[in-house]
């Protein structure tokens, strides 16, 4: 085995030696393997795509791009569409992600400027990660016996004296967007404030001090100073945010009372893609499971480009920093 | 009086102030937003101590031995409890973590150490990083379209469905954790005339083990509480698991069936499932910390 370097360098006798011809052939095995799992992942969305499409197919041809912008699930009828559960699925993740992205980034500000001390910051740190580890079920379950009991008179009240409002026409009767809407903004809440805190820390501590050196208050340096030179990697926090909540399922299939209709009200219920599949998927017939994965490839469609984007502007972010340096 | 008089006290005058007012605007404006800032943060984390209190008052008084082990009741059924879901959420967990951590692993290895800069690594990363943002319940329509059309229910689906939400966390972890690994160290390895995988085998694995496990008990952590990717490729089941290829109950599951039924035990079955549930994760993030613990 000429072919091996260090061949001849090998002395009879001695405790070392160059790697055997076992030793290079179980090195390029290993490496072929770890090549090929690092294919796999590549392959895994390939093949996700491959699949749900491919099933989606039969669907696509009987609707066309009318499932897009129909309005009625009817299985007997066999007439479906999408835009109720399009509508909500946007609709709700708005309302999350503007409740969920004030108090991300505002906790994010907490949680990196100096407000409290490393120990206290490091509590409110846990908190936040727990928030994170808690089962969507769980929050679905807590909605169910504490939010809707607490939203209810809220919404009764809303409606009697701000009822001319579209947002507040109608009570909440029971499951509906407000709660689904709610949940949905804790659960991306520590996504936004994660992500947020990171872009916050990447900022050179000089720059604060800088602006302190200016004669500023704390929140002059935060607003004029801290933020505007965050602002991008904020922007990658709240996309991935939104991204996160355009996919939640079970919280939503639980509280948001799973209801064909497009209503600016915040308190009728409505549906969400996700909510859809999972509340149709498991009695579904051949038909409406060509249907259902259809919409499953549209919901696909709308994350993947939210998540592109957010992880994007995320890179770029990171890009220009390090590039700063 | 068109002429300055530099020593007349009026010009002195003109020169702002340079000692603090706590009553100028500015500083007021600073005062209100922390307090607002204070605010936010204690009111964001109501939710979590809400859902805490709920979780100890309404579970805890019905979480016993019972609960632990017997089978889900009927209807109006006195008593039972969910023995079967434990079991059937660790059993598919486990294969989750037994298909996901392997392939991860190495497939971090080639993003980490072997080739952190092709061209196949970087794509291979970005596709990693969507596949983690991605709805789980399309990990559910994807594995019922490959595996249950074809095998029907099992807990096998539900545990490939699982590993497919596992699979892009580990990778991007394990990865994470074996950058951290010190240059110089491989660096010494390769001098000594190791092979690349000896290298990876006795320096970079051993090195980078506290953080790849930390990624791996998150990456199980966060399976567990899982229940979109189970609805319908494990369903559910009333009896205990005798085989791996037959419908398998999970706890995310019976707490979301239980959550909408009528019955007042059923939904205080819930709860301690709830915070079964909870707990199973806590451990494992709590683990997640311990192992990591030992980096400087």
Redesign the interface.
């Known amino acids: 085995m000429a072919s091996h370097p ?1 061949q001849d360098a090998a002395t009879p006798g001695a405790i070392s030696g ?2 055997s011809a076992g ?2 052939l ?2 390029s095995i ?2 072929t ?10 392959l ?2 390939a ?2 795509l491959w ?2 499409g ?2 989606a197919v039969p669907a696509f041809e009987r609707h066309g791009l009318g499932f897009v912008t129909g309005t009625t699930w009817d299985v007997s009828g066999e007439e479906f569409g999408v835009l109720p559960e399009i509508w909500g699925t946007l609709y709700s993740s708005l309302i999350a992600l503007i409740f969920g992205g ?2 991300g980034i ?2 994010a ?2 949680l990196t400027q100096d ?1 409290i001390g490393a120990r206290l910051a490091a509590v ?1 740190r846990t ?5 994170a ?10 909605g ?3 939010l809707i009991p607490l939203l209810r008179p809220a919404s009764a009240w809303l409606h009697a004296h701000l009822g001319f409002i579209p947002l507040f026409g109608t009570e909440l009767s029971g499951p509906g967007l407000a709660p689904a809407a709610l949940v949905l903004s ?1 659960m991306i ?1 520590p996504t936004v404030a994660a992500i947020s805190v990171d872009a916050f820390r990447r900022i050179p501590y000089k720059v604060k001090e800088a602006a302190y050196g200016m004669g500023t ?4 340096a ?1 607003l004029k100073v801290m933020l505007p030179t965050a602002s991008s990697g904020i922007l990658a926090a709240l996309v ?1 945010g939104f ?2 909540a ?5 919280a939503l ?2 509280l948001i009372g799973n209801s064909n209709q497009i209503n600016l009200s915040l308190f009728a219920p409505a549906n969400t893609l ?1 909510s859809l ?2 509340s149709s ?2 009695e579904a017939g051949e038909i409406e499971v060509q249907a ?2 259809y919409a ?1 490839m549209v ?2 469609v709308i ?2 480009v939210v ?2 984007v ?2 994007g502007i995320q890179q770029l972010t990171m890009r220009k920093f390090e590039g700063k340096k | 009086m068109s002429q300055i008089d530099l020593t007349s006290p009026a010009r002195a005058v003109a020169l702002p102030s340079l000692e603090r007012q706590y009553l100028e605007r500015r500083a007021l404006v600073s005062g209100a937003l922390t307090a607002l800032t204070w605010a936010a943060a204690v009111l964001g984390s109501i939710p979590l101590f809400s859902v805490i209190f709920m979780l100890v008052a309404q579970g805890g008084a019905r979480l016993d031995l019972e609960a632990l082990t017997a089978l889900p009741p009927a209807g109006f059924e006195p008593g039972g409890g969910f023995g079967n879901a434990i079991l059937g959420t660790l059993v598919m967990v486990a294969i989750a973590t037994l298909i996901s951590v392997p392939i991860g692993l190495l497939a971090a290895i080639y993003l980490a150490v072997l080739g952190p800069s092709s061209q196949l690594a970087g794509v291979s990363r970005f596709v990693a990083k969507t596949l983690t943002g991605f709805p789980s319940i399309l990990a559910g329509v994807f594995t019922y379209a490959v595996l249950v059309v074809a095998f029907g229910y099992s807990a096998l689906a539900g545990g490939i469905a699982l590993a497919v939400l596992m699979l892009p966390t580990v990778v991007l972890a394990a990865e994470e954790a074996m950058k951290q690994v010190p240059q110089r160290m491989t660096d010494a390895a390769y001098g000594m005339g190791c092979t690349r995988s000896q290298v990876i085998w006795k320096v970079v694995l051993p090195t980078g083990l506290p953080g790849i496990l930390t990624g791996v008990m998150l990456a199980v952590a966060g399976a567990a509480g899982e229940s979109a990717p189970l609805l319908f490729t494990a369903l559910f089941s009333n009896y205990y698991l005798a085989e791996l290829m037959e419908p398998t109950a999970s706890l995310s599951i019976l707490i979301y069936n239980f959550s909408a039924m009528p019955f007042e035990n059923q939904i205080e079955l819930a709860w301690a499932a709830s915070l079964t549930l909870v707990l199973i994760v806590l451990v494992f993030n709590i683990l997640a910390r311990l192992v990591g613990q030992p980096k400087v």
């Open positions: 260090f160059p790697p030793d290079y179980g090195d290993f490496r393997i770890a090549l090929f799992c690092a294919f796999l992942i590549i895994l969305l093949y996700i699949e749900i491919g099933q004030v108090f505002a906790i500000i907490f407000f409110f908190i936040v990660e727990l928030l580890a808690i089962p969507s079920v769980v929050f679905g379950l807590w169910i016996y504490v804790i809440l208050t704390r929140w002059e935060i991935l991204g996160r355009l996919g939640e399922t079970m299939a639980m996700a599949l999972a998927f498991p259902l994965m499953a919901l696909l994350t993947f998540n592109v957010g992880l």
